[in-house]
């Protein structure tokens, strides 16, 4: 019995069968890199259409700079709002993996409808769709299957990635230590799957797109997307799961309304008499979380009153879950109510990431990209930032960490998750006043012809701005994923992914509300605004500028938030750790 149960994993995984997962026939490295491959040509297929959306939006549906940057970012938008939907049907009703299966399959099908009505409706007359080559006006029929392909696409794309990559990190054991380390390495390897496979993305199927062959990049994303839900698949046996737990918004809603019944009860001043389920009532599988101490508004909720049983028809009781809650309870909600300060501060700094595939494109495409007979794709820059984000992540602990302690001298210990976010904030400013630097070196060589938007600038002055980002979302991206990953109960694992990666949602839809607020500003009494239908006759710098100042405001307040989290987690550590097993 003993060496069964040494064979198998300690963490509750269980297998495709529910049963208890057995270490060496599934998990580890070898499910893993299945996901990886999975996730990368998703990534792949989505940013086929995801990095050109924007000259798309001007050369084939006809929209001007400012539309297109602001439907982009709404689109965005709705993508990473769609990682809060994912999270939530993994955790409470469909599991991680038939979250994914369901949600890919809903890409493929979205990439099938686009590439469809590229093909057949929106690419009019033929060859239209390059650079300063735009199509025919469309009916509209025809803008809504593609309104509909795309945000299909973005509900597929965005409901996967919490899903995907929390089913990645419970490949490892994290009971067994060996394997606890490779999960924690697991998602710095995501995030550089999908920027692998948004790498290909950025630089064959745009130099496909930017000459006019949309309909050939957008097939290859399809076929990209078919293979990727065939390695999802090819993996089934394998994978370790956790068995879903039902509806968490239910369970964090359940404390609040507990909370507000009995707000005229004084909270309990001893935790010992607090309520929480023993012996055979436990889940098995529910790790339980010790009492903490703030937030004990709260606590009245597990604190049990002859008004929260319900008398059943054989005359036993069972507890109100909308009167009365467990302490675990409690504290999943004091975990969520921890981190929404760290979350609200990354929200700021998604707008600086949005730009890349937006305005940092409009402003590549007014720069001269001629080498020689080629032209540069302008969106092919965003590879700078891949390259940048992905070189940084794999060499950041291997070497560029023991390379600098071995110049200082010192012994140098790696920064936690908080510390390289806020490291990430100030690359970002960094980048974004390099950004605004170049664009106002860039009007200096603009066209003199009015109806030209283009300058003699080179479109390589934009790789330092790229770089800079690219490491910022190293830091950021990875750094948060990791620390809502272990902050997070494990009951709600997908839904703290979720949490993070919704962060960029709220930034996109704020990078689109800032520039419509923007707009309305600077283009009153016939100015043209910052960012003008032709960038020659606006003042795109000035919008970066903006985005840094806002930054660096946003770094301010981080700072703040990080240092109350850092002190709650030290009460924490003085008393009685919060993640840990009440035995």
């Given at each position: 019995m003993d060496g069964l149960e040494d064979a198998c994993t300690k963490d509750g995984t269980i297998d495709y069968h529910g049963k208890p997962a057995h270490k060496r026939?599934?998990?580890?490295?070898n499910s893993a890199i299945l996901l990886l491959v999975s996730e990368g040509l998703a990534a792949l297929a989505f940013t086929g259409v995801e990095v050109n959306m924007v000259l798309f939006s001007k050369t084939v549906l006809r929209q001007s700079n400012a539309d297109a940057a602001n439907n982009f970012s709404r689109w965005m938008g709705t993508l990473n709002i769609c990682t809060l939907l994912g999270a939530f049907l993994s955790d409470s009703y469909l599991g991680r993996y038939l979250t994914c299966v369901v949600f890919q399959a809903v890409l493929l099908i979205a990439l099938v409808i686009l590439s469809i009505s590229s093909q057949e409706i929106l690419l009019k007359p033929e060859g239209c769709g390059k650079i300063g080559k735009t199509c025919d006006e469309h009916s509209g029929i025809g803008l809504a299957i593609f309104y509909i392909s795309i945000y299909l696409l973005a509900l597929g794309s965005g409901s996967i990635e919490p899903a995907l990559a929390t089913l990645g990190a419970e490949q490892?054991?994290?009971?067994?230590?060996?394997?606890?380390?490779?999960k924690s390495k697991f998602f710095s390897y995501f995030y550089v799957?999908?920027?692998?496979?948004?790498?290909?993305?950025?630089?064959?199927l745009v130099y496909l797109e930017n000459l006019g062959?949309?309909?050939?990049?957008f097939w290859i994303s399809t076929i990209c997307g078919l293979f990727g839900l065939a390695f999802l698949l090819s993996g089934t046996c394998r994978y370790r799961h956790y068995r879903p737990t039902g509806n968490p918004l239910a369970r964090l809603c359940q404390v609040f309304v507990a909370s507000v019944r009995k707000i005229k009860v004084k909270s309990p001043s001893q935790e010992d008499i607090l309520y929480e389920v023993q012996g055979?009532?436990?889940?098995?599988d529910t790790k339980r979380i010790n009492h903490t101490d703030d937030f004990r508004f709260l606590d009245r909720a597990a604190f049990l009153t002859s008004s929260d049983m319900i008398v059943l028809p054989d005359k036993t009781q069972k507890p109100n879950p909308w009167r009365l809650c467990t302490v675990t309870q409690v504290e999943e909600v004091k975990c969520i109510i921890r981190l929404l300060p760290i979350w609200f501060c990354t929200i700021i700094a998604s707008i600086v990431f949005v730009q890349v595939l937006s305005l940092f494109v409009e402003q590549g495409a007014a720069m001269d990209t001629k080498i020689g007979n080629f032209n540069i794709p302008p969106a092919s820059m965003t590879a700078f930032d891949i390259i940048s984000t992905s070189t940084f992540i794999i060499c950041y602990e291997s070497i560029i960490v023991p390379l600098y302690a071995k110049i200082t001298k010192t012994k140098l210990k790696l920064p936690d998750e908080l510390q390289r976010i806020g490291i990430g904030l100030v690359v970002s400013i960094i980048g974004m006043t390099i950004a605004g630097l170049v664009?106002?070196?860039?009007?200096?060589?603009a066209s003199t012809d009015d109806a030209r938007e283009t300058s003699t600038l080179s479109i390589f002055w934009q790789t330092p701005q790229y770089v800079l980002v690219g490491i910022a979302e190293a830091f950021i991206y990875v750094a948060q994923w990791e620390f809502f990953a272990s902050q997070i109960p494990d009951s709600l694992k997908s839904l703290g992914l979720g949490l993070s990666m919704s962060s960029s949602a709220i930034g996109s839809y704020l990078c689109s509300?800032?520039?419509?607020v923007v707009m309305k500003i600077t283009s009153k009494h016939g100015m043209p605004g910052w960012i003008a239908p032709n960038l020659n006759d606006g003042h795109m710098d000035r919008f970066f500028f903006l985005s840094a100042a806002l930054t660096a405001f946003d770094l301010v307040l981080f700072v703040m938030c990080a240092k109350w989290y850092k002190q709650k987690e030290t009460d924490k550590r003085n008393r009685t750790t919060e993640t840990?097993?009440?035995?």
């Open positions: 026939k599934t998990g580890g490295w490892f054991d994290e009971e067994d230590p060996e394997e606890n380390r490779s799957a999908l920027n692998m496979g948004s790498l290909i993305a950025e630089t064959v062959k949309w309909v050939l990049a055979r009532h436990a889940k098995d664009e106002q070196h860039r009007l200096q060589f509300g800032l520039l419509t840990s097993v009440v035995p």
